[in-house]
């Protein structure tokens, strides 16, 4: 028979060959492994979920923000104080020297410096975000036109401006009026380089700042038997295996009160760390191969026996290698941090959880005493590690380059990183330097 | 169920058409498994790992080809992922030349059975069993199989032809064949 017959024939033996399986034990395996996969989504949906919630919380107050409109138009004094009492609601006007360049001091045809409408309600409160002094600003020139508000308050400075609320609707859009023979060309010119506008910005519940952030780290690395008795492996791991270093690269964003020392603080973070085994291997490899193993003369010399059986030798290897794996995680913590500011730098600290989206690793660990095996085919490290919490502190510097800050955290993580029945609980904490820049909003 | 219908209800995410592929195939695939696994556990995940795969990229099976073989190539790149990592397929970048394609050998292997055949081809080194499984057994190129081991097409080659010298060597060898005959008689 040619040999190219012997191959199609085990070709064909091969191919239809089949091995007993069990269908049930396989069906629900494969089904446990599919749903393991699911919850990454429902992690990922909830990180979602919780920067949409910091987002929202941010905007929320922006579009409370009052809106103010100018609207200048002929108007003489007289007509702004007949306004002035009809007005339903509290009306002032004010004229901050401090903030303009006055075109004309000794005439109360000045042009308006700053205008500012405020509610009864809250007029005391803005006049403080506003930063105004209005003490200083009523011992100057007192004009002879003051107007006298609902409020009682009393402005100060030449009247050149009316400040009015349109209607009940639309509550906070504010035209100014300005007298027309006032606004000369020249005059509206120097209005508009000079006047600066306050701001009218409304206090904020919140305040929220993003920090996108890079860190380098070491890990700390505890790693213990779930056996009674340890392996070999177990046993040359702990004294061999090295962790190098870590690197972090994470986008924060924080929640805090103004002039709290607390506030909520989330994001994204990737986190990859490196292990390194130095292994020292000796092991005997036996190779079984065919061929002659006696050949016998007869005496006579006429007959000549050969026999053939299998040859085996054995080759002692030792050496020494290196191999390397990896993990990185994909983490969204959640957490409540405190602060305490020392103008110069910040001690926090911080706990909350961690939501893990993912654990990859990669590279080889070791197998047994003188092997290495693929990280993943060991299965030695989960999938993902779900929830776990954390606590940390951190002294935090600015850098004085923007809002550049540099800070060394350390974080206790008392989340097991591999699978379960592996032999070994391996668990890391983390020190290291960080380098974020603050975002305000 | 037809494989058709299988296919169908597979391709719309249907858990009873899933499992009744699962049935439909798991016997012939485990056996692809283990020829490359060599281990029934190995196997098991890689057969797990098929399946799973299979279901996740079902709708990127177009109808055209054999569906028995678009799941072959999907068990046998698992099997080999599981089995990568514990053998490595050395570059022989040597020429081999494959002299042994019209060497006779005894009639007794033409009707050898497949645990018998197992046993020849596991007295390869790895690296030329699973060559000379993916080349003969699957009927890939070397082109394919040069991809799917990162190895350049000439190794796969040279160790092709190390291997099909190595089964002739041993087919010939007396002592093989009285044996297969011995337990033949038996």
């Known amino acids: 028979m040619k040999y190219r017959l012997f191959e199609q024939s085990i070709k064909a033996t091969l191919n239809n060959a089949e091995e007993t399986v069990d269908i049930g034990q396989l069906w629900n395996s494969i089904q446990t492994e599919e749903k393991k996969k699911k919850p990454l989504f429902w992690w990922f949906f909830t990180g979602l979920l919780v920067l949409a919630t910091g987002a929202a919380a941010w905007v929320y107050p922006t579009l409370n923000k009052p809106q103010f409109q100018v609207n200048p138009t002929s108007l003489d004094k007289d007509y702004i104080q007949n306004k002035q009492e009809n007005q339903p609601t509290a009306a002032l006007v004010e004229n901050h020297n401090n903030h303009i360049n006055p075109i004309n ?77 006032l606004l000369n060309s020249a005059h509206k010119e120097k209005i508009h380089r000079d006047v600066q506008c306050p701001t009218f910005r409304k206090n904020r519940s919140m305040k929220l700042s993003l920090i996108p952030e890079i860190g380098y780290f070491k890990p700390f690395k505890s790693l213990t038997s779930e056996t ?64 002659i193993i006696s050949v016998t003369v007869s005496q006579t010399g006429d007959t000549i026996t050969t026999i053939y059986g299998d040859i085996i030798s054995e080759t002692r290897v030792t050496g020494t290698t290196k ?42 660990i070791l197998n047994t005493a003188n092997d290495f095996i693929d990280v993943k085919s060991a299965a030695a490290f989960r999938s993902s590690i779900g929830v776990s919490g954390f606590a940390g502190i951190y002294v935090k510097k600015p850098l004085g380059i923007g809002n550049l800050m540099f800070s060394i955290r350390g974080r206790y993580n008392p989340s097991v ?25 | 169920m037809e494989l058709e219908e299988i296919i169908k209800g597979c391709k719309a995410g249907n858990e009873k058409c899933q499992f009744s592929l699962v049935q439909h195939f798991a016997t012939r695939l485990m056996a692809v498994c283990m020829r490359y696994t060599h281990d029934q556990e190995l196997a098991k995940d890689a057969l797990q790992e098929t399946f799973i795969n299979a279901f996740k990229y079902i709708q990127s099976y177009s109808g055209k080809g054999s569906f028995e073989g678009w799941l072959r190539r999907i068990a046998v790149n698992c099997s080999l992922k599981v089995i990568k990592t514990m053998y490595e397929v050395h570059t022989l970048e040597e020429a081999a030349i494959d002299t042994n394609a019209f060497a006779e050998v005894p009639d007794v292997y033409s009707s050898m059975a497949k645990d018998d055949i197992m046993e020849l081809l596991n007295r390869l080194p790895h690296s030329q069993y699973v060559i000379f499984n993916l080349s003969v057994i699957e009927g890939y190129h070397h082109t394919e199989i040069a991809t799917m081991l990162n190895i350049t097409e000439s190794t796969s080659r040279a160790t092709l032809c190390k291997a099909r010298n190595r089964l002739v060597e041993i087919l010939q060898s007396e002592n093989y064949s009285e044996r297969l005959v011995a337990k033949v008689g038996s």
């Open chain 1, 105 to 181: 001091n000794t005439t109360n045809n000045n042009p308006p410096a700053n205008t500012q409408n405020y509610t009864t309600a809250n007029f005391h409160a803005q006049k403080k975000s506003l930063g105004l002094n209005m003490e200083k600003a009523n011992s100057a020139s007192k004009p002879s036109d003051a107007i006298q508000d609902k409020t009682g308050a009393e402005s100060t400075g030449p009247v050149i401006a009316h400040v009015e609320q349109i209607n009940s609707t639309e509550e906070n859009i504010l035209p100014i009026e300005i007298p027309a023979r």
């Open chain 1, 323 to 364: 191999a390397h794996y990896y993990l990185s995680t994909f983490d969204i913590p959640l957490s409540v941090f405190f602060e305490k500011d020392f103008n110069s730098f910040a001690i926090g600290g911080e706990a909350g959880v961690y939501f893990n989206l993912a654990l990859a690793s990669k590279g080889k």
């Open chain 1, 228 to 291: 009674a008795v340890p392996s070999e492996t177990f046993e040359l791991r702990k004294a061999d295996e090295k962790s190098l270093e870590g690197l972090q690269a994470a986008l924060y964003a924080r929640l805090q009160r103004p002039g709290a020392n607390w506030g909520i603080s989330t994001g994204l973070q990737y986190t990859r760390l490196s292990e390194q085994m130095n292994l020292a291997y000796s092991y005997i490899r036996r190779d079984t191969t065919q061929g």
């Open chain 1, 417 to 441: 990183f591999n699978t379960q029945g592996y032999g070994t609980i391996q668990k890391y904490q983390f020190v290291g330097a960080h380098l974020g820049y603050e975002i305000r909003f």
